[in-house]
């Protein structure tokens, strides 16, 4: 069984930028698909990006042009690099790791405990 621990937020005026990592133990993250979600409050959870052994997949339109994933295999890290931050982007960014590229949130059995991120305007 795979743990996952997210690192990286915080709070950034609009514009900047920030990089969220995620911290695999007890498996490597090269078995699994990796993606990043969020949600804020009062919201329903949604996909950011995933990525899965050779290729990234983002979830609609919210990485576009701003976000990239990608993984240190050594480090067992996943990382969310976020450029051009908005407010709107203000949420719970979680790290999820399972074996279906760009899956509904419901099909990643393994979950981090999240890290805030909170963009002022």
């Known amino acids: 069984q795979v743990k996952l621990v997210e690192s990286g937020g915080g709070s950034v005026q609009a514009g900047g930028s920030l990089r969220l990592s995620c911290a695999a133990s007890g498996d490597t993250i090269s078995r699994f698909d990796m993606a990043w979600f969020r949600q804020a409050p009062g919201k329903e959870r949604a996909g950011v990006v995933a990525?899965?052994?050779?290729?990234?997949?983002p979830y609609g339109d919210i990485a576009q042009g701003r976000f990239i994933i990608y993984k240190d295999t050594a480090k067992s890290t996943v990382y969310l690099q976020m450029d051009s931050l908005k407010p709107e982007d203000t949420a719970m960014y979680y790290c999820?790791?399972?074996?279906?590229?760009?899956?509904?949130?419901?099909?990643?059995?393994?979950w981090g405990q999240g890290t805030q991120v909170t963009v002022s305007s």
């Open positions: 990525l899965d052994r050779v290729r990234s997949c």
């Open positions: 999820a790791a399972g074996s279906t590229t760009c899956a509904l949130w419901s099909e990643y059995p393994y």
